[in-house]
């Protein structure tokens, strides 16, 4: 990293944890100068950078400022909701409705679950998956009883990184983080069981929920802040829950990230009844700044968290390579990944493996990250200038989803309709809960490229919103 991005990721840091808020003027030239051992020009061009991200703004023979685009914040605790004693989910005929409309390439797609394939270095992997096509015999090829040893390693690397010591046997490759996820719940529940989730949930979650007809505990979401664990421990006290499926970190859709301390509480909660974590980890690459999340698996002292994640968000989404540090539940799960899918494809595994080691993947991340930081800031500054005073909206430390609150005469399900018909697509609150709630919310898609189409395409979503 050169001396000016250095200089430009220390003011975003403080930035985003509120050291300086909205409106408040950065530092001087000279004063940061001073303070950052860093040359006039180094300062200049820190700043030239967080312009160019969306941070900051230079005002007239004034200086520069930290932009007031974080429109209004949901900062505020929602409160407290006794859990009710489970919930049978039957929202897959809504999603799907859902989901098929947003396949036309043609819309705006803040309704995607992915950010835009220009992100992603797909004709180095591509070179990756040749080199290692050619270099896989017979014999390897019919080895299916286990994942790619040096994707294992790398994957064991990484973990690291983020404070967990772990062996390689603990490592389960799988067909994306969702066999992960299917595979853990398997594992700890039978037909009927109950199982804590976030409210509101991924999505997906709650369609695994119906597969296996488990029953869903709703635990109210901080809209920054994560899972309201008083809420969880009144649940655990009095329900007989068989796990929980949270996500820790950058949470799908609210973008909450739990701190340190929340997440230590919360294993010792876990702990204390014994419930297994089952760990949707699977944006924990796309973090802003320089500090990685630590995951709850980092605090697992007794194999109680089953910590899931993929490539599909940071590097790869049609490879469909993802895994699962099992903990005690392991062994088990291989056993059952043996018994459906065998084996996710080894030369996908192994040009993944050529790329972690060979690729660039950290070079890749950061240029990611930093992408997506300033697509997050166009459609925060957007959002502030076309969407209802009332509105409200968090802004996550990392991720491509920004979660939407709109005043209660909105109805996001006939938002979608008319968003769609002027070829727009987003996604409604609804499909997030096992219960068909946050019906005046909705999730956007900041993950593509940010031009005139996208601009356009949130003032004519303003518009329709004012028709409400």
Request: overall charge positive; charged content about 20%; aromatic content about 8%.
């Amino acid at each position: 990293m050169k001396r000016y991005e250095k200089f430009a990721a220390a003011i975003a840091e403080k930035i985003r944890s509120g050291l300086l808020p909205p409106g408040a003027k950065v530092p001087s030239v000279r004063v940061a100068s001073l303070a950052y051992a860093v040359s006039p020009s180094t300062v200049f061009q820190g700043y030239y950078l967080l312009e160019d991200r969306g941070l900051i703004q230079a005002r007239p023979r004034s200086g520069y400022y930290v932009r007031e685009s974080a429109s209004r914040q949901v900062d505020e605790p929602q409160p407290m909701q006794r859990v009710s004693a489970g919930t049978d989910v039957g929202v897959s005929d809504l999603i799907y409705s859902v989901l098929s409309s947003l396949r036309d390439p043609d819309t705006v797609p803040f309704g995607s679950a992915f950010p835009s394939p220009d992100l992603y270095p797909l004709p180095r992997l591509a070179r990756s998956m040749a080199k290692a096509v050619r270099g896989m015999d017979g014999g390897r090829l019919s080895d299916m009883t286990t994942g790619h040893p040096e994707l294992r390693r790398q994957i064991a690397l990484r973990y690291m990184n983020s404070g967990v010591r772990l062996p390689m046997d603990e490592l389960v490759i799988t067909n994306g983080a969702m066999e992960a996820l299917n595979l853990c719940l398997q594992c700890v529940t039978q037909p009927g069981d109950l199982v804590a989730i976030e409210a509101p949930a991924f999505y997906a979650c709650l369609q695994v929920l119906e597969r296996l007809k488990l029953k869903a505990v709703e635990i109210p979401m901080h809209p920054r802040d994560g899972v309201n664990l008083a809420a969880l421990d009144d649940a655990l006290q009095r329900l007989p829950i068989k796990a929980c499926w949270f996500m820790s970190s950058l949470q799908n859709p609210l973008g909450a990230s739990m701190n340190n301390d929340a997440k230590a509480a919360l294993y010792t909660l876990l702990e204390q009844y014994q419930v297994p974590l089952i760990e949707d980890d699977v944006y924990a690459e796309l973090y802003y700044g320089t500090k990685p999340p630590h995951p709850v698996k980092s605090l697992d002292r007794s194999g109680l968290v089953m910590h899931c994640s993929s490539f599909s968000k940071s590097l790869a989404p049609g490879y469909r390579v993802g895994w699962v540090a099992g903990g005690r539940f392991a062994r088990q799960i291989d056993r059952l990944k043996l018994m459906t899918t065998i084996s996710p494809s080894l030369p996908a595994q192994a040009a993944l493996a050529d790329y972690l080691q060979h690729g660039g993947y950290d070079r890749h991340l950061h240029k990611l990250r930093d992408t997506l930081e300033t697509q997050q800031n166009a459609m925060l500054a957007a959002a502030a200038r076309y969407f209802p005073k009332e509105t409200q909206v968090n802004r996550p430390l990392g991720g491509y989803f920004l979660w939407f609150e709109f005043p209660q005469r909105v109805d996001s399900l006939k938002l979608f309709e008319l968003a769609l018909a002027q070829g727009i697509s987003i996604t409604p609150g609804p499909i997030f809960s096992a219960t068909q709630q946050h019906r005046h919310c909705i999730r956007l898609n900041c993950g593509y490229r940010w031009d005139k189409r996208s601009e356009d395409a949130m003032a004519l979503l303003g518009r329709i919103i004012a028709t409400f």
